[in-house]
């Protein structure tokens, strides 16, 4: 006999949540100590998860309770459930190779240091080193110690991406960067379009401040423009801008407590974030994950962060931004069934870089930071300008970065090294530099780890100037307003999944989903 969609959907989420709780605390304690141990730990507890999402019996009934035309939040747990199990639908060897592989070359990252100098440097320190040196040979050295871990996994990324595309194939997709895009809920004949807008909206005022940039270093370094190379940009992949081509905020962040900056944002608009604090591992360590994450444990309200912590405006950022990962995670409204309590991607990346952008706002800096005033007034429109510039630098990384994965699944044997470059001097007018032969492509973890993902990052940020406008209009601002946060929380954390990410932006924005602020916004750079 047939089962029908509430015994399917029953089933599913007695099997699903103790082993996506295990996987999530296995995968926790992988980042915070990265052993071999761990590592394995975490790879058996993925496995039990995807042998869940893998079965078949499950995944027909699915199937089934789907074609026989639910509607309503039945049919919307049946859609998450589908998309959540289709990318496991494949012959176990290749999942275990897969999650194996995946597992392995993530310990190797979060373990790998560059050496500087002799001596073995975390990313921070070759940030810090990228941002403030004046030496170029210091500053070529720690730009070249940013790479070293992709000669490292490069083999291992090329072949996760032959068996990716292996499990797609066997599902009858083009490729695993057609199938997660479709699991995703994007078209993909629309992200195309989008990114090509993006493109368009932000080419010209890109090269406008770019070259005003490279003059600047051009005369800090005391060599001629068309001499520039990727290490006199601050950010190893030029994804945020120099300091020289924005406003440097550092100073004001000298002995302040970023920890205890982002709780004030959040508690001043009526978000409480101290339980979520106080389960998160969040100052740097030997041995740990360097980026820094927010990880929704229990779909219950254990939210964690990890992230690792200096006094710059850097860190505050990613701690605002984590933040408003996990104050989603603990907005669901309580009634919400277990598959819709969580988000997409796109919404949650709208809140968190929605979150981060506010220690660029003036109402930040004075209301939470403390900074004077007539500082602020100093300032100018230069702060508005620099987010401008913030927006149109990470767009055209985006691009780099949505281009190279486009292409390494189509073809995961083709010359990528030199397809890499090819991307970065097109997109982010960088000089690559000479005769340099790596694959500095797979220095970028997301690529091993988190696969066709980057334009939700895009996405995010899209989104997240929906939300500042919106928000701007019916809460007079944002820092210090409750009524900005109980916006946040009714509509856009409490719905969860129980509507599609389109649907959920125009709702909680009151607008579609559109280039048009993006464009916008990096006008005034
Ligand atoms: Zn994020």
Known sequence: ?????????????????????????????????????????????????????????????????????????????????????????????????????????????????????????????????????????????????????????????????????????????????????????????????????????????FARWKGALDEKLASRFGSPVSELRPWHYADPFFQEPPPDGSVDLDPLFADQDVVALARRTFEGIGLEVEGILRRSDLYPREGKNQHAFCIDIDRGGDVRILANTVETHDCADTMLHELGHGVYDLGFRDDLPWLMRSTHLVATEGSALFSGALTTRAEWLEGILGTSPSDIAGLGTRLEAARAAELAVFTRWVLVMNAFERALYADPEADLDTLWWELVSRYQGITPPDDRRAPDWAAKIHIAVAPVYYHTYLYGAIVGLQLTSALEDAAGGIVERPEAGRILREKLFAPGQSVRWDTLVEESTGSPFSVASLERAVAKV
Do not use: C
């Open 1 to 205: 006999m047939r089962r029908g969609a509430r015994e399917t959907l029953v089933e599913a989420e007695e099997r699903l949540a103790p082993l996506a709780l295990a996987s999530n605390v296995a995968w926790w304690e992988s980042q915070v100590e990265a052993t071999e141990e761990n590592a394995a730990r975490r790879t058996e507890a993925e496995l039990a998860l995807s042998d869940v999402l893998a079965d078949e019996t499950l995944f027909d009934a699915v199937r089934a309770a789907r074609e026989a035309g639910v509607n309503g939040e039945t049919r919307r747990q049946l859609d998450l459930l589908h998309d959540g199990m289709l990318k496991h639908q494949v012959p176990e060897d290749l999942r275990a190779r897969i999650v194996e592989l995946e597992s392995s070359v993530d310990m190797r990252f979060s373990r790998h240091r560059g050496v500087v100098g002799g001596i073995e440097v975390g990313d921070t320190e070759i940030k810090r080193i990228l941002r403030r040196s004046d030496d170029p040979f210091e500053r070529r050295e720690a730009w070249e110690a940013s790479k070293t871990v992709g000669a490292e996994v490069a083999s291992d990324v090329r072949e996760l991406a032959r068996l990716r595309n292996q499990a797609a194939r066997g599902l009858g997709y083009r490729d695993w960067f057609a199938l997660s895009l479709q699991t995703d809920e994007l078209d993909e004949q629309k992200l195309i379009e989008t990114l090509a807008e993006a493109d368009r909206a932000t080419a010209e005022p």
